[in-house]
C-alpha cells in the first residue's frame, strides 16, 4: 500500500460525458501528479500540482481540469469524454516537488471506460 | 525532453532464471525511479536510486550516472514477478516549475513454470 488513495477505480461512462476522479496524497506529502495510461501511449505525465499551486503541466487536453484542494487532496476532471479517453488515470505524491521531483508514490488508478 | 529507451521490450524466463534490464537515459538525472506494474495494474515502487547500487531481496539495482543508464537484476524469478518494469527519470535540470518523471516504454517480463 503506497499510501496514495485514488476513486473510483473502475468507471464506466458513455461518450460526450463529464468525470471526476480523486487522489488523496500520503499523509505530509505537498505534492500530487496526474498520469494518464493508455495502450498506445504508454505512461503520460499530465500535470502536477504543489501545496495547492500548478506547477509543471504536460499533454493535459483542453477538455481536462485539475485542482488541489487546501487539504491537499486532487481531482481530475474530463469532459466531453471520447473513446480514445479510455485509460488508465493514476495518481502520484511526493513530498518534493516545488523544483524537484523527489520520490514518487502512485495510487491504484482509476480505470476509465468510454463506451 | 529527456528521452528514456528500455531494453529488452519483452522477455520470457523459466522460473528460477536470473535476467538483467537496462534503462538508458539522454541527459543528466536527478532522480531514478524502477517500478513494477503488476498484471492488475498496480504501479509498485521498487527502487528509488539516481546513483549508486541497491538491493532488495531478489532485487537489485545499480545506476551509474555518469554514464547515463540503469540496471535492474532479478535473480530466481518467480511467477509473481511477470508484468511491466518502467524506469522513470527526472532530469536534473530545472525548469522554472515543478519537474516529473519522464516514463520509459517498459520491459514486459513473463515468468513461466
Known amino acids: 500500500d503506497s499510501g496514495v488513495t485514488q476513486t473510483p477505480k473502475h468507471l464506466i461512462t458513455a461518450t460526450g460525458q463529464r468525470v471526476t476522479l480523486r487522489c488523496s496524497p500520503r499523509s505530509g506529502d505537498l505534492s500530487v501528479y496526474w498520469y494518464q495510461q493508455s495502450l498506445d501511449q504508454g505512461l503520460q505525465f499530465l500535470i502536477q500540482?504543489?501545496?495547492?499551486?500548478?506547477?509543471a503541466k504536460g499533454n493535459i487536453l483542453e477538455r481536462f481540469s485539475a485542482q488541489q484542494f487546501p487539504d491537499l487532496h486532487s481531482e481530475l476532471n474530463l469532459s466531453s469524454l471520447e473513446l480514445g479517453d479510455s485509460a488508465l488515470y493514476f495518481c502520484?505524491?511526493?513530498?518534493?516537488?516545488?523544483?524537484?521531483?523527489?520520490?514518487?508514490?502512485f495510487g491504484e488508478g482509476s480505470r476509465l471506460t468510454v463506451l | 525532453g529527456i528521452q528514456v529507451e528500455q531494453s529488452p521490450p519483452d522477455l520470457i524466463l523459466q522460473e528460477g532464471a536470473n535476467s538483467t534490464l537496462r534503462c538508458n537515459f539522454s541527459d543528466s538525472v536527478n532522480n531514478l525511479q524502477w517500478f513494477h506494474q503488476n498484471p492488475w495494474g498496480q504501479l509498485i515502487n521498487l527502487f528509488y536510486i539516481p546513483s549508486g547500487t541497491k538491493q532488495n531481496g531478489r532485487l537489485s539495482a545499480t545506476t551509474v550516472a555518469t554514464e547515463r543508464y540503469s540496471l535492474l537484476y532479478i535473480s530466481s524469478s518467480q511467477t509473481t514477478d511477470s508484468g511491466v518494469y518502467f524506469c522513470?527519470?527526472?532530469?536534473?535540470?530545472?525548469?522554472?516549475?515543478?519537474?516529473?518523471?519522464?516514463f520509459g516504454t517498459g520491459t514486459q517480463l513473463k515468468v513461466e513454470l
Open positions: 500540482y504543489y501545496n495547492g499551486e500548478e506547477r
Open positions: 522513470a527519470v527526472e532530469p536534473y535540470i530545472l525548469t522554472g516549475g515543478g519537474n516529473k518523471l519522464t
Open positions: 502520484a505524491s511526493s513530498v518534493a516537488g516545488y523544483s524537484r521531483a523527489g520520490e514518487l508514490f
